[in-house]
């Protein structure tokens, strides 16, 4: 079976300070893809950044960056000096190759991430 | 370019009354989901169509939902008759699909329903 689990239902911080939302995740397939999306309070959906399971390099992207680590499954995602511009709901999600169907998306419940002035 | 077009973005309904959702995906795109997100379930995966053939509806509730992709630009998704229980935000999204595999999903504005 394929799930992904974040624990942190709402993190709060001020404005400046660091933020990381964990991402844990299982399956059995040996290739996969892991993708963060954002949703702000106007409601969209936002993609942020897909990862395939074979490659385990960290990424940045300006203030955001991902650690993607096979040996504890999991794909956190860091703010660096978070802005409130951040303050969102940011969703973790897994897609296999076989099982669970080549296209299906797997989400977490999602981290309420709130950065106040 | 234009992102994924939802209609209408609001809609408010009796129950009992038929509900029509649209969906034109980005243009180039092959693969369409729908999904529906409630407090309570969260994101859920209603249906999905690559190359307008419906793949897997293993997510639709019920016999009140169903979902057609007449065209590559164009899909529905109708409820009837819509209950309270149904009031939620459905999104579609689309993506591309390449030999089976399929990439980031971009999802549209979405359609909040309201069933009174």
């Known amino acids: 079976a394929q799930k992904v689990t974040q624990a942190q239902t709402e993190i709060s911080v001020v404005e400046k300070e660091d933020v990381t939302l964990d991402c844990v995740y299982e399956t059995r397939d040996t290739t996969y893809y892991l993708f963060w999306y954002k949703q702000p309070p106007s409601g969209e959906l936002v993609f942020l950044i897909r990862r395939n399971s074979f490659d385990e390099q960290n990424e940045i992207s300006g203030r955001y960056s991902w650690n993607f680590q096979k040996s504890t499954s999991s794909f956190n995602f860091t703010i660096t000096a978070s802005q409130v511009v951040d303050s969102a709901v940011y969703f973790c999600a897994l897609r296999g190759t076989i099982s669970g169907g080549y296209n299906k998306l797997i989400f977490g419940a999602g981290t309420r991430l709130a950065v106040h002035p | 370019d234009a992102g994924v077009i939802q209609s209408p973005r609001h809609e408010v309904t009796e129950m009992g009354q038929e509900v029509t959702l649209r969906c034109k995906p980005i243009s180039g795109h092959n693969s369409l989901f729908w999904y529906r997100q409630t407090m309570m379930r969260g994101l859920e995966l209603l249906i999905y169509f690559n190359n307008n053939v419906p793949i897997d509806d293993s997510g639709m509730p019920e016999d009140r939902f169903s979902a057609k992709m007449p065209n590559a630009s164009f899909s529905t998704l109708k409820i009837q008759p819509s209950e309270p229980r149904d009031s939620a935000v459905y999104f579609c999204?689309?993506?591309?699909?390449?030999?089976?595999?399929?990439?980031?999903?971009?999802f549209g504005p979405g359609t909040r329903l309201t069933v009174t």
């Open positions: 999204a689309s993506s591309s699909t390449q030999e089976a595999v399929s990439y980031e999903q971009y």
